[in-house]
């Protein structure tokens, strides 16, 4: 345990200056403050609309979950993937990281697991920036509605399922960034994947789910459970379990490449 917590100390210390680290605060607050922005300036639609608490929260934060989890998403876990094993890649240093008394799967653990807290900042800033941004809109026009809905536990059930979602892309793009150090090739595995995942997920394809990269559009595909609440929707869906497969299967096989890997 001592050995995983000084390897995941010392990929933050060492990704803490990179854009995928930089990524993961910014893309929130620039995406859900041009969302705010734009509700702010269409003041006079909405109230001419009056629509209810629930109804204006879902327009709200379907702007943010629509957008990140049919395209941003996908490409950020992409490009954060490559980043945390870049690192070693451009400067060449799997040698001195694997010559430390440290075992080689505190230190692949710890880099899959930085990879995974990034994405969890991220979307738990998304989380908390779209609720606290609502409110904002409520008290700078108190008119709006946001205050007759409590949307705190039917957003986080919804990034919940983006989070999960997403572990089966960082698993595939993991690998690939183990297997090859160039950007063209993971990236370009990458671009493909989510290009063929969005469009499945979209044409209603039945087997989409087995796809990873249509695994984010999916989970934000809600089914209402009859005489249910919304908020009462399943988080575990089989497009959730096929990527938490792919995630469990995939890091093994990361682990089993990364302990053969050739380090000159």
């Known amino acids: 345990m001592r050995s995983l917590y000084i390897s995941l100390t010392s990929e933050f210390y060492k990704s803490r200056k990179t854009l995928a680290f930089w990524a993961a605060i910014i893309l929130p607050v620039v995406i859900c403050g041009l969302i705010a922005f734009g509700f702010y300036s269409d003041t006079e639609r ?33 490009f954060m993937a490559f980043s945390v094993n870049n690192i070693e890649h451009k400067n060449d240093t799997w040698k001195t990281l694997f010559a430390q008394p440290l075992n080689k799967f505190s230190i692949y653990a710890a880099k899959y697991l930085y990879a995974v807290l990034l994405l969890v900042i991220c979307l738990s800033l998304f989380l908390l920036l779209t609720i606290a941004s609502g409110y904002l809109l409520q008290v700078l026009v108190p008119k709006l509605t946001f205050k007759d809905y409590n949307p705190t536990l039917l957003l986080f059930k919804f990034y919940s399922k ?48 087995l796809i990873p990269y249509s695994d984010p559009t999916l989970a934000l595909r809600v089914t209402r459970v009859k005489d249910a609440k919304l908020e ?29 890997k050739n380090i000159k």
Do not use: C
């Not at 999960?164 to 063209?184: K, M, P, T």
């Open 46 to 78: 909405l109230l001419k609309a009056n629509s209810p608490g629930l109804i204006l929260w879902g327009r709200y934060s379907g702007a943010a979950l629509g957008v990140m989890g049919m395209l941003i998403l996908p490409f950020y876990v992409m």
């Open 162 to 209: 983006l989070f999960l979602a997403s572990l089966g892309i960082l698993s595939v793009q993991f690998v690939l960034s183990l297997i090859w150090s160039d950007f063209l090739k993971p990236m370009g595995i990458g671009f493909v994947g989510i290009i063929a995942g969005i469009i499945t997920a979209n044409v209603g394809w039945k087997h989409a789910y």
């Open 232 to 260: 009462e929707f399943p988080i575990f869906t089989q497009e959730i379990w096929v990527s938490l497969a792919y995630a469990a299967v995939l890091f093994i096989v990361g682990y089993f490449i990364l302990s053969k």
